[in-house]
């Protein structure tokens, strides 16, 4: 292990921000590669928004996952770049017993986490850095369990903690999940961020030390990236990690350029300045296209984005001020405008390009009378007073929430409905949402690992009302089809389940289902080795610059 640190220091009164101490980025980037002689490789990501933290397991945003999953993290099994099959990662392989309730992993040996100045790693990842990590979402009486706000959305959503019978530690290199009830897309779900490897020996120092909560703020990792430097909205500095365990990155120096305006996005990349950017503005498509030094990539994304209704805040526990809203949203405007002609109407709340989804359902029609009817035989025939939240980044799914909301708006006044729209920063926004304090609800979702169980019980479930669940709507006989579904490997099964609650779903009507859309993501024409993510994330490990 490379017992050069990396050091790092930590200001709380600026919530989060890393930097340097003791060594110059000259001196880390020497550190950092094995080719000290050779001019280090830096490359520049024009990223969207600043992460909540960097714990995964905390947080549900791509924006949180790119910065810490992707980069400084790795989880038992992961998804082979650009696809949704699981492969080994930090376990080499698996046996699953006969009845499908019990999960073996054989780990791997020689792994490093990262030295930080804060923390110097005695040992390689083991064990009982499994069990920490999963013990303290599903633990209460574990002292991280309630560390920076103790909130595990992924976990609680997916009903882990009556999934998970016991978490065995059966030697140093082998570890055991015992299950209460067979789950189909349980290795799916060990690949998700949320199921990162954290250092237990970090915790357990920085516990001791009264420091718990720069756990979730500096941590060490197995990942390719060692994290050097954050100063919220501006930037995040990493290292290549020249032990990583699949081998060194042919990065040095990766840095996030905080830059919450897709528009200096794209002027930095035409400028050099980054070599990939997020989430590009559709009107300037055509430019990209039309740059000879930027190659504009595309792909359908596995992608959904909604309007939730809190059904717990009147008028929207009635299901029929629901569809009335439905019946009043134009999506074809919005296609038009927000997507410039690049989305698709959602009608379901799982993509068409995902098994089981229901083609005999139909979509909600565009009807102003009709929705103004429905609303009067609600008890509203002049209408009411509501708010539209409104995302303040940018998402494959919503590139622009505003003008979505504006036309929402526009729409709604014609039925009596004045919506006044609502924005706050983004960490703020996910904060409030969590807390039901929306009445509607911009939000949107990009699928972790290819099954419809991570759409309809994570984002409608019941155990997800309080977490990822924005619309907190609990339907009994939605939850039980669900549920039900997961615990048979018959796919065939699966989607006749499946199917029927996407028919509930629909008559219901907790959301207004607005569009897929298709994933653009440009980059310059000097990157190599970069693949778009089915699953939403921005993966650096395997990108090169060729001068």
Known sequence: MNKGKVALSLSIASIITLGLSGCSDDKVAKESSSA????????????EASPEGFNPALFTTGTTFDASSKTIFNRLVEFKLGTTEVIPALAESWDVSEDGLVYTFKLRHDVPFHTTKDFTPTRSF????????????????????????????????????????EIKKVDDYTVQFVLNRPEAPFLANLAMDFASIMSAEQAKVFLEKGMAAQLDVMPSGTGPFALLQYQKDSLIRYAGNADYWDGKPAIDRLVF??????????????????????????SDRKMMEEDENINLLSQEGLNIGYLAFNVNKKP??????????????????IIDAVFNGSGKAATNPIPPTMWSYNTDI????????????????????DGFETNIWAMPVQRPYNPNARRMAEIMQSDWAKIGVKAKIVTFEWGEYLKRASQGEHETILLGWTGDNGDPDNFLAVLLGCDAVGGANRSMWCNAEFDKLVKEAKTTADQAVRTDLYEKAQVIFKQQAPWATIAHSVVFEPVRKEVKGYVIDPLGGHNFYSVSLEK
């Open 126 to 165: 083991n064990a009982d850095d499994v069990v920490f990590s999963f013990d303290r979402q599903g633990n209460t009486e574990n002292p991280y369990h309630k560390i920076s706000g103790g909130s595990y959305e992924y976990y609680n959503a997916m009903s882990m903690g009556s999934l998970l019978k």
């Open 36 to 47: 000290a002689k050779t001019k280090p490789v830096s490359f520049v990501y024009c990223s």
């Open 362 to 381: 139909k979509d909600y029609e565009f009807d102003l009378v009709k929705a103004k009817a429905l609303l009067a035989e609600a008890g509203f025939p």
């Open 257 to 282: 350029s905080i830059t919450p305006d897709a528009s200096v996005r794209f002027a930095k990349l035409q400028n050099n300045e980054c070599q990939i950017m997020a989430f590009p503005n559709p």
């Open 316 to 333: 929207f526990d009635d299901v029929r001020v629901r569809q009335a809203l439905n019946m009043a949203v134009n999506k074809p405007a």
